[in-house]
């Protein structure tokens, strides 16, 4: 299917658009003040050895020195072994058997990574293994490990680790060092993980120039940016056109792409268009809508998304329509409808983890399984790995999306300061039935001049009219006095009891 990229650029903010046929498929977004340092290379300079930590502080250009421990050591150094393997393909240095100050020394530029940011008065911390990921292998230019993600399954790890040899090994892209499948990897034709390694050869030749080129303290690579990563990731046999708003990125991203990704450039648009770029396919409204819990079909059904810390679960319902012949056809064909629906829905949000589809029952068999060839159909468009079960016994389909990153809703939304993100607040009568209990156990307590209730309009409203028999009754009772002040800024839930 073929698919277009638009990419919106402020200063602030990026936001990548894929759109296949005028509809929104996926929506990434990159805040400039939120990008971290992990993964970062730098040129440092070891300013103090610290023998009884075993550990040393690097000097890498930033407010605060950062961080190396003895463990963090590259494996070249003396006495290291090989690297080991953790479940996601990334090395995990074996245990040092010389002490650090016999392998490092105030002054010395050293090649450093960080694998941690800075937090409050805390520098980064770092690393002398250093690792390139790219989108389907890590490479280790210091090792010579070939492996596999151990989350990939048993029984196909050898034979990729075979295929991944012999690419390595290939006199067109051999050059050294190790590599690791990622898990997304799994499915990649060799041709794929050639370019991969390819580009990230290219990537370490120039971090070793650099080094050579530059003083200490100097940046030598960054982790892609989302622009870049538009090129290496996202980028397909069916992508027709990559447009970009801002002439200064969009000569930035050519210079990349003929360095890297010279396919992908051929591609590669500056819009001059004078409407918003986004507002070509009224991607703001979409992504608008990607917030809600509900998601209308065209039919006139619709679904319900709710997104908890556990899993998301998604409910259809037929609505409106009523178009079929018979009820079970109207059912079938909702159901059939929301199969896309469903599948776009989990791209564009970006929802990962466990997924629990309850479609509308249906008493036909074969209905079922069409149901769900269409729902597996449509999740196999996903670039992100998923994993669909048959109908269970309660009529629901469980699946599973790999998580690659923030959901939609998490990286532009926060909890609701009024509700605290349960999406529910107690009624205002709710409310000042708790007030009256506070008041009576405050006066059990206290023994103050009068009470003062500080709530919200509503609640204050209800003292005053429904409410007021129980008020002048709970005031007779403690025999103090008790008013009431109106707070505009208060949420329904929220009160002050004030002691006069």
Not at 296 to 320: C, P, R
Not at 386 to 405: C, I, Q
Not at 414 to 422: L, Q, Y
Not at 423 to 450: C, H, M, W
Request: charged share 25%; hydrophobic share 40%.
């Amino acid at each position: 299917m073929q698919q277009d990229i638009l990419i919106n650029w402020s200063p602030q903010e990026t936001r990548v658009a894929v759109v296949e046929h005028g509809s929104v498929q996926e929506l990434h977004v990159e805040r400039t003040l939120e990008r971290g340092m992990v993964g970062n290379v730098y040129l440092g300079k070891v300013v103090r050895v610290l023998p009884g930590m075993q550990s040393t502080f690097i000097d890498i250009g930033l407010e605060r020195a950062a961080f190396l421990h003895v463990a963090d050591l590259a494996n070249g150094f003396v006495g290291h072994k090989a690297a080991e393997v953790d479940a996601n393909g990334v090395p995990r240095p074996a245990a040092p058997s010389v002490p650090i100050e016999r392998q490092v020394f105030e002054g010395q530029a050293l090649m450093v990574q960080v694998i941690k940011d800075p937090i409050g008065t805390k520098g980064a911390r770092l690393s002398a293994q250093i690792s390139i990921a790219g989108r389907l292998l890590v490479f280790l230019p210091q090792d010579d490990h070939v492996g596999v993600s151990q989350k990939i399954p048993l029984a196909q790890r050898e034979d990729l680790r075979r295929r991944l040899q012999t690419l390595v090994g290939d006199a067109a892209t051999g050059g050294g060092g190790g590599f690791i499948l990622r898990t997304n990897g799994e499915d990649a034709t060799d041709a794929e993980l050639a370019d991969d390694i390819a580009y990230l050869r290219k990537a370490w030749a120039r971090i070793k120039s650099a080094s050579v080129r530059l003083p200490p303290t100097s940046l030598l690579h960054q982790d892609l940016n989302l622009l870049q990563r538009v090129l290496r990731d996202l980028v397909c046999e069916q992508t027709q056109t990559i447009r970009l708003d801002s002439r200064e990125q969009f000569e930035k991203l050519q210079v990349f792409g003929k360095e890297f990704m010279p396919a992908a450039v051929e591609k590669l648009q500056h819009y001059k268009g004078e409407r918003p770029i986004f507002d070509l396919f009224s991607i703001d409204e979409e992504v608008a809508k990607a917030l809600g819990r509900r998601v209308d079909l065209k039919s006139g059904g619709y679904l319900i998304v709710d997104q908890t810390e556990a899993l998301t679960t998604v409910d259809v319902n037929t609505g409106a329509f009523v178009g079929a012949r018979n009820f079970d056809d109207t059912i079938f064909k909702t159901n059939l409808e929301a199969t896309q629906a469903i599948a776009r829905q989990l791209r564009l949000r970006n929802l990962g983890g466990i997924v629990i589809v309850d479609f509308i029952d249906m008493a036909r068999e074969d209905h079922r399984e069409t149901v769900l060839a269409e729902f597996r159909k449509q999740l196999a468009r996903d670039r992100v790995k998923t994993t669909a079960g048959a109908f269970s016994a309660l009529g629901l389909v469980e699946m599973t999306r790999k998580r690659t990153r923030e959901s939609l809703a998490h990286m532009l939304c926060e909890p609701c300061a009024v509700c605290s993100g349960k999406g529910t607040v107690k009624t205002a009568r709710s409310v000042t039935y708790d007030i009256l209990r506070e008041i009576l156990r405050e006066a059990r307590q206290f023994n103050p001049r009068e009470f003062r209730i500080v709530a919200s309009p509503k609640v204050i409203e209800l003292f005053l009219d429904e409410e007021s028999q129980h008020l002048a009754g709970l005031s007779d009772f403690i025999g103090k006095p008790i008013s009431l002040q109106s707070e505009g800024a208060m949420g329904q839930e929220q009160y002050d009891i004030v002691l006069l």
